[in-house]
């Protein structure tokens, strides 16, 4: 258990609805990170919040996107989902924001678009 | 462009079956090389950083090293639990701590 927590684990859902996906960092983690796995694209870095503030983004749609609150915890929404939006999504942690730090993953939110 | 590779895409091995998996990355000032363990379904387990050529890393069964260009992860004797996708990873070039995965090795350990 890494002590990063996703809800919910699974959501089914269909074409141009929206959805939240919701992530609890580890005790102590100011950095929370965003990625999406699919099977033809591997793990692709979306993007990262630092203490509230966002520090990077990657590939991420402009009908995503995220925030994360005072008390740490992140939520990424998805809108106008389309059948391609089908993935797993991870939220990661890290207790900073240096390119050294490890970071820890959640469990996942397994997306399935209809 | 940031780029890390793995190979062999996947791996069958014995019981007990000695191999390693390898991980080339072209990403300028590297920062650390990433290896993770990911079971079907499941996020990503942390298993090692490395930070500078020559580094070695060692947990069980495991060991991980790291040259200028690649990084390597020995697996010594493996049992079917180690069956499994491994993964590497680097943080990209531009001062960002966003992880650039490989695809991963596909390891299955038969008994």
């Known amino acids: 258990d890494s002590g990063v927590t996703q809800t919910p684990k699974h959501l089914i859902t269909a074409t141009g609805q929206r959805v939240t996906l919701r992530c609890s960092p580890r005790?102590?983690?100011?950095?929370v990170y965003w990625y999406q796995q699919s099977l033809d694209q591997g793990l692709q870095f979306l993007i990262q919040?630092?203490?509230?503030?966002?520090?990077a983004k990657g590939n991420i749609l402009e009908r995503f996107s995220a925030q994360q609150f005072p008390d740490l915890h992140s939520e990424l929404n998805l809108s106008s989902l389309e059948l391609g939006d089908s993935a797993l999504y991870f939220c990661?942690?890290?207790?900073?924001?240096?390119?050294?730090?490890?970071?820890?993953f959640g469990p996942g939110t397994r997306l399935t678009v209809l | 462009e940031d780029q890390v590779t793995q190979s062999p895409e996947a791996l069958r091995l014995q019981e007990g079956e000695s191999s390693s998996l390898n991980c080339s990355y072209t990403?300028?000032?590297?920062?650390?090389l990433f290896w993770y363990r990911q079971d079907p379904g499941k996020g990503p387990e942390f298993l090692f950083t490395?930070?500078?050529a020559g580094e070695e890393k060692e947990k069980e069964r495991l060991k991980a090293t790291l040259t200028k260009k690649e990084s390597f992860l020995h697996i010594t004797a493996p049992k079917p639990e180690d069956s499994a996708t491994y993964l590497c990873?680097?943080?990209?070039?531009?001062?960002?701590?966003?992880?650039?995965f490989g695809a991963g090795t596909r390891l299955a350990v038969h008994p």
């Open positions: 990661a942690s890290s207790r900073d924001s240096i390119s050294t730090d490890t970071q820890y």
């Open positions: 005790s102590g983690d100011l950095s």
């Open positions: 919040y630092y203490n509230g503030e966002e520090r």
């Open positions: 990403v300028s000032g590297l920062r650390g």
């Open positions: 490395l930070y500078s």
């Open positions: 990873a680097a943080p990209g070039s531009g001062g960002y701590n966003k992880l650039i």
